[in-house]
């Protein structure tokens, strides 16, 4: 069984900074593409950022494009989400998610295990 938990999450002045983290157990972490995706309050899921299993190919969306990146470290399997400069518009409950097989993808149906998720909320 796969297991995901996301930290990191907090509040922070616009313009901040913070990483979150997703710790993955279950199976071989390596193996698999990872993505980020956030809810905001009375939205539906978006994409925010995925990355392929050796960290040699990424997609962002536009929203946080040159703002936010995302890394994954397989020694520890974990990966992360560097958010800096960031806006109010990005506060949001943000998911960590596994894709169970297949190429990396910003198409949420992709993803199979998914994470509790963690608050982060930017205030102006």
């Known amino acids: 069984q796969v297991q995901l938990v996301e930290s990191g999450g907090g509040l922070v002045q616009a313009g901040g900074s913070l990483r979150l983290s997703c710790s993955a157990s279950g199976r071989t972490f390596s193996s698999y593409v990872m993505g980020w995706f956030r809810q905001a309050p009375g939205k539906e899921h978006e994409f925010v950022a995925a990355?392929?299993?050796?960290?040699?190919?990424?997609r962002y969306a536009d929203s946080v494009k040159g703002r936010f990146i995302i890394s994954r470290d397989n020694a520890k399997n974990t990966v992360y989400l560097h958010m800096n400069n960031l806006k109010p518009e990005d506060t949001a409950v943000y998911y960590c998610?596994?894709?169970?097989?297949?190429?990396?993808?910003?198409?949420?149906?992709?993803?199979?295990?998914w994470g509790q998720g963690t608050q982060v909320t930017v205030s102006s």
């Open positions: 990355v392929n299993w050796n960290d040699d190919d990424t």
């Open positions: 998610a596994q894709r169970q097989s297949g190429p990396i993808s910003t198409l949420r149906l992709f993803y199979t295990y």
